[in-house]
């Protein structure tokens, strides 16, 4: 973990995922395991020569394949052109960009770290780069981690949520299957049948919609 703490503070906390892990955390996690310390771009040579010291390597150069590099920016958008599509949203490593669904969008601009992964995603092109100072670029950067860590934390709980609200629903279903079961003069076997149908094409499955076809083959397989 000391390791780990080390490389992470040398790096720049732009969170831009360009050296392949999603945030800067990560990617000191994988430099502590082993993976190569010469992909932060934006970190530039002296960032490369930090971890040069802490790792007792000598790579020359950084490689430039996970470029190009971040300067210190933040970017902004053109408000009366945005929208609101949300897929800046999404992009958003930290959370820096509020506004609804058909709504205007715009930046917080003390989150903004200038990773630029919110313009590819625009359709209409309405997000501009604003160079900034170090000086001006330095805090949201200093802080970045935290709320990388606090929209990471959010999404997994959205996915737990979704997930316990369809294992309920399928519990439900079967509880209710269940107490007819226990009348005797009910068929069994075509009660099993409703509820696999029941589950199968519950609105709370968003993984797959099923057609008939596909569920009249899935309980001939369970049979």
Do not use: W
Request: charged share 30%; aromatic share 4%; proline share 5%.
């Amino acid at each position: 973990m000391e390791l780990i703490n080390l490389i992470h503070k040398e790096l720049p906390q732009i969170q831009c995922g360009r050296c392949d892990t999603p945030g800067c955390r990560q990617y000191a996690e994988a430099i502590a395991i082993g993976s190569p310390h010469d992909r932060c771009v934006p970190g530039g040579i002296e960032t490369l020569e930090k971890l040069n010291k802490i790792n007792a390597k000598s790579y020359k150069d950084v490689n430039y394949d996970y470029g190009p590099t971040i300067p210190s920016q933040k970017v902004k958008i053109v408000e009366e052109e945005c929208i609101g599509c949300k897929k800046c949203i999404s992009a958003c490593p930290v959370d820096a960009i509020t506004g609804g669904t058909n709504m205007m969008h715009s930046i917080i601009d003390d989150i903004c770290t200038g990773c630029e992964l919110c313009i590819e995603p625009c359709p209409v092109d309405c997000i501009e780069i604003i160079p900034l100072s170090e000086k001006e670029i330095a805090l949201p950067r200093k802080d970045s981690q935290l709320f990388f860590d606090l929209k990471e934390n959010l999404s997994i709980d959205n996915k737990r949520n979704k997930l316990k609200n369809f294992s309920d629903k399928n519990i439900e279903i079967s509880n209710i299957v269940n107490e007819k079961i226990i009348n005797r003069n009910i068929d069994k076997s075509s009660m099993i049948d409703q509820m696999q149908h029941e589950i199968i094409k519950s609105d709370l499955s968003k993984l797959h919609k099923f057609d008939d076809k596909e569920i009249n083959s899935f309980l001939k397989k369970t049979k």
